[in-house]
């Protein structure tokens, strides 16, 4: 809960900042940049979690690594990250950070995981399931996930709307279970 919270501010602050500056949409993509550098590079990761490794070395990694590729004012961001020593929550941050930009610009962002690929008219049509919880201007994620088997969940925000073969399956294997069989007929 605490992390949470402690994601949150740093979230919310940097949000903040980058609107006082006009620059949420290159706020959003830096940190995208940076988190998936981090994921795809587990060197730099290791290097920036090592505590023997000084604030100023690191903080000259990735001033290397990032310095035109990112904002000035995202790498003032990400070096407050490494001097408070916080680079491990960096990915959260961005989470977090896309909700609350997703929030500010009236974005809901609404996944739709299938069995197979599924065509934009399709997607349409089933966001129907979500049209009363919707709001705003929506963007489409279509997952795939072949353990559903077939059918659809929608997922938006906490809510989630389970039609897979999958969950069909489940309820039918609980009514299953039970017993049924009652005695003296």
Known sequence: MRNT????????AFLDYAIKNNMADQ???????????????RELRNILSQPFLSKDKKENI?????????SANTLKFITLMLDKNRQDIIPQILVTYRELYNEYKGIAEVTI?????????????LLYF??????GKVVITNKIDKSII?????????YQYDRS???ELKELQSIFNENLY????
């Open 5 to 12: 919270l402690l994601i949150r501010r740093y979230a919310k």
């Open 150 to 158: 077939g059918g659809f969940i929608i997922n938006y925000l906490d």
């Open 113 to 125: 995981t299938t069995a197979v690929k599924i065509d934009e008219p399709t997607q349409q049509k």
């Open 165 to 167: 073969v999958r969950n």
């Open 27 to 41: 706020g959003l993509a830096d940190l995208e940049l940076i988190t998936n550098t981090l994921q795809d590079h």
């Open 182 to 185: 009652v005695k003296g007929y």
């Open 130 to 135: 979500v049209k009363d919880k919707v709001s």
């Open 62 to 70: 990735i001033n290397r690594v990032f310095k035109d590729k990112i």
